[in-house]
């Protein structure tokens, strides 16, 4: 078992940054990929981005890329999500995920991810 809790959302201007936190507790943390989504009012949750077990490998949404960065400390059991220029469109909450993975796949599908912590709320006024 895998508990996933968030932190550092909030309300932001156009154009600002947040960085999200994604604290891990449980079972080794660095076995597991990790992955962002999002969910916003009315919408379907989108993925945003993931980061293999080691950090080495990373993918992003068209949406997102060059704007925001996945990384991870495993020694703090700690995922992050560094989010700058944002948008009024980049309001949602925001769920980081875990999926046992021993190599350097990293998934965008919702459904290949095993743990889901509760969210955090972003929102970017404009």
């Known amino acids: 078992q895998v508990q996933l809790v968030e932190s550092g959302g909030g309300l932001v201007q156009a154009g600002g940054s947040l960085r999200l936190s994604c604290a891990a507790s449980?079972?080794?943390?660095?076995?597991?990929?990790m992955g962002w989504f999002r969910q916003a009012p009315g919408k379907e949750r989108e993925f945003v981005a993931a980061?293999?077990?080691?950090?080495?490998?990373?993918y992003y949404a068209d949406s997102v890329k060059g704007r925001f960065t996945i990384s991870r400390d495993n020694a703090k059991n700690t995922v992050y999500l560094q989010m700058n220029s944002l948008k009024p469109e980049d309001t949602a909450v925001y769920y980081c995920?875990?999926?046992?993975?021993?190599?350097?796949?990293?998934?965008?599908?919702?459904?290949?991810?095993?743990?889901w912590g509760q969210g955090t709320q972003v929102t970017v006024s404009s």
């Open positions: 980061i293999s077990w080691s950090g080495g490998n990373t």
């Open positions: 449980g079972r080794t943390f660095s076995s597991y990929a």
């Open positions: 995920a875990a999926r046992y993975e021993a190599g350097r796949y990293v998934s965008s599908l919702g459904g290949e991810y095993d743990y």
